[in-house]
C-alpha cells in the first residue's frame, strides 16, 4: 500500500515507518520536525530511511500544504501520528495543542475526504480516560478529561468518528498507552530519569510514587498498528494499545537505578495537576478483533531502552 505516516520522524512513527518498508508499503512522511525537542533527534530517527522516501515537512496547522500533499500522494491510507504531546506542556500552551491536535486532525480528514480516501488511522492517548476505574476499556463511557492534551485527543477522535459516519471513511483509532523504548521523547519519564540519574542529576517526583502507568513497548505499538491495517470491523472503531501491565513510579525510578547501577537523587514534589492517578489497558477487545499480542514486559523492555541509552549517549544528550 502507499502509506502517509505524520509524526513519521518521532519516536513511534521512525520505528512504524522501518517496519512498514519492511513489509513492502511505499511510505511518505509528513513531520513539521518541530523545537519542542531538538529536531536533529528526529532526523537522525529517519536517516537510514530518509533518501529511499518521501518526507515533507509540513506543519498541520497549514490546511492548504497538508492538501498539496495529499494531491500529489495519491495514498491508500493515512496513519495520524503527528501531534503535541504531554499533559505539562499543553497546561503551559493549550492553544498550540488546540491548534495541532484538533484543527491539523480537521485539516487531515479533509485532505483525506477530498481526494477520496478511505482509511485512516489515528493515534490517540490512554490520557482520554481521566480519572475512569481501570482497567480502561473501549467501551466506558468517557465524561471528563484532565489535561488539554487529553481533550485535543479525545476531539480528534470525534472528528473521525464524524468523517467516518459523513464519508464512508474507515477510521481505526488507537489509544496508546505510554509508549517507551529505543528513541523514546527525551521528556518522558523512562528517557529523562535514566539521562539524569547516569550524569548524576537529580529526577522530579511528583507525588509520593504511588501513581501507575502501563507501560508500552514500540515494538508492541507497532505490531498493534500494523494490524489495524488489514481491519474490516465496523467503519468506525476503537481499541486500546497496552501492556496491561502497571508499575508504581517509585518501582520504575527503583529499576532504572538498578539497571544503571547508580542511586537517584530525587527531589519530592507535590502532584501535578493534569496527571492521572493509574493507567491500566484492556487489552481483549485488541486480542481478539486485531490479533493485537503484546510480548515484552517492562523487565525485558526496560534493559533493552538501557543498552540503546548506552549506545547513543554521545548523541542523544539534550540540556538536563
Known amino acids: 500500500m502507499k502509506i502517509l505516516v505524520t509524526g513519521g520522524a518521532g519516536f513511534i512513527g521512525s520505528h512504524l515507518v522501518e517496519k512498514l518498508l519492511g513489509e513492502g508499503h511505499e511510505v511518505t512522511i509528513l ?3 518541530n523545537d519542542f525537542y531538538d529536531p536533529t533527534i528526529k ?9 529511499k522516501i518521501a518526507v515533507h515537512e509540513v ?3 497549514d490546511g492548504d500544504e497538508v492538501r498539496g500533499v495529499f494531491e500529489r500522494g495519491e495514498f491508500d ?5 503527528a501531534a503535541r504531546a504531554g499533559v505539562r506542556p499543553s497546561i503551559g500552551n493549550p492553544q498550540l495543542f488546540y491548534d495541532t491536535n484538533v484543527n491539523g486532525t480537521l485539516h487531515l480528514l479533509e485532505a483525506a475526504r477530498a481526494v477520496g480516501l478511505k482509511c485512516f488511522i489515528f493515534g490517540s492517548s490512554s490520557s482520554v480516560y481521566g480519572l475512569a476505574t481501570a482497567p480502561f476499556s473501549e467501551d466506558l463511557h468517557l465524561t ?3 489535561s488539554p492534551y487529553a481533550a485535543t ?5 470525534f472528528l473521525c468518528s464524524t468523517y467516518s459516519h459523513l464519508y464512508q471513511m474507515r477510521v481505526v483509532a488507537l489509544r496508546f498507552f505510554t509508549v517507551y523504548g529505543p528513541r523514546q521523547r527525551p521528556d518522558l519519564a523512562i528517557h529523562q530519569f535514566t539521562r539524569r540519574i547516569w550524569n548524576g542529576k537529580p529526577i522530579d517526583q511528583f507525588g509520593d ?3 501507575q502507568r502501563d507501560y508500552t513497548y514500540v515494538d508492541d505499538i507497532v505490531q498493534g498498528v500494523v494490524a489495524s491495517l488489514g481491519y474490516d470491523g465496523p467503519l468506525f472503531d476503537v481499541f486500546n494499545l497496552g501492556e496491561n501491565q502497571t508499575i508504581e513510579l517509585k518501582d520504575l525510578i527503583a529499576a532504572i537505578e538498578a539497571a544503571l547501577g547508580r542511586r537517584a537523587k530525587i527531589n519530592y514534589l507535590p502532584e501535578q495537576p493534569g496527571d492521572v492517578p493509574r493507567t491500566c489497558a484492556d487489552i481483549s477487545k485488541a486480542q481478539r478483533l486485531l490479533g493485537y499480542r503484546p510480548v515484552t514486559s517492562l523487565a525485558t523492555g526496560l534493559p ?6 548506552h549506545q547513543n549517549r554521545a548523541r542523544i544528550e539534550v540540556p538536563l
Not at 485527543?153 to 477522535?157: M, R, S, T
Not at 533493552?304 to 541509552?309: A, Q
Open 31 to 33: 513531520d513539521d520536525f
Open 43 to 51: 532526523r537522525r530517527n529517519i536517516a537510514a530511511v530518509a533518501e
Open 59 to 61: 506543519d498541520l496547522r
Open 77 to 81: 491510507v493515512v496513519i495520524h501520528l
Open 144 to 146: 471528563q478529561t484532565l
Open 153 to 157: 485527543k479525545i476531539a480528534g477522535e
Open 209 to 211: 510514587g504511588t501513581t
Open 304 to 309: 533493552r531502552f538501557i543498552e540503546w541509552f
